[in-house]
């Protein structure tokens, strides 16, 4: 664990506010040294600081990134109202999990950390699971539409619209399915 993450709850609250606030990190440094001494602590390193304010800066980039992928994905949902909330989580989901993968693991040194196979079977079982759900989700879709489609066609030929029209209708209320 990093002397950041392990600072008290206070103290590092204070720290995030000030990361996010914008204050640099030379100023973060001169803030917390009284408090810190005044616990008998060492001062906060730089490079240490710097390692965590680019952690922090790294998750609050993926964190925005994410909130913009979903709002595009739910101004798309709401361009096809037929589209599932679910399949944009399990979307989302399963790109979380490949960026998760794909992002090099360091310690708290910068050095690399391999991937050990519990992670990896982890992430193949989760995968396997949003695939899973993702063919529930598109089959309960398919049933829904076949059941919407099977009602409007009773209704329809008891209007006594015609068998070509019944079948086109009949073929949109399907579609995507």
Sequence with gaps: MSRIDALD???K??????????VTQK????????????????????????????RMESVTQRIRESREIA????????EEPT????????????????????QPRVDEEGNPVPFDAEMIGD??????????????????????????ADKAEKEMRAEG?????VARIRQALEANA
Excluded: H, W
């Excluded at 040294?33 to 304010?53: M, T």
């Design 83 to 102: 589209g599932d909330v679910g399949q944009l989580t399990i979307e989302i989901l399963r790109t979380m999990a490949f960026d998760s993968a794909a």
């Design 161 to 165: 619209l015609s068998g070509d029209t």
């Design 27 to 54: 100023e973060i440094l001169e803030r917390l040294r009284g408090p810190l001494e005044a616990r008998g602590e060492k001062p906060l390193s730089a490079a240490g600081l710097n390692r965590y304010a680019t």
């Design 123 to 148: 992430l193949a079982l989760a995968v396997s699971r949003l695939e899973r759900a993702a063919d529930i989700s598109r089959a309960r879709e398919a049933k829904m539409r076949a059941a919407i």
């Design 9 to 11: 709850p206070e103290l």
């Design 71 to 78: 709002a595009a994905y739910v101004a798309k949902l709401g």
């Design 13 to 22: 609250d204070e720290l995030n506010q000030l990361l996010r606030s914008g």
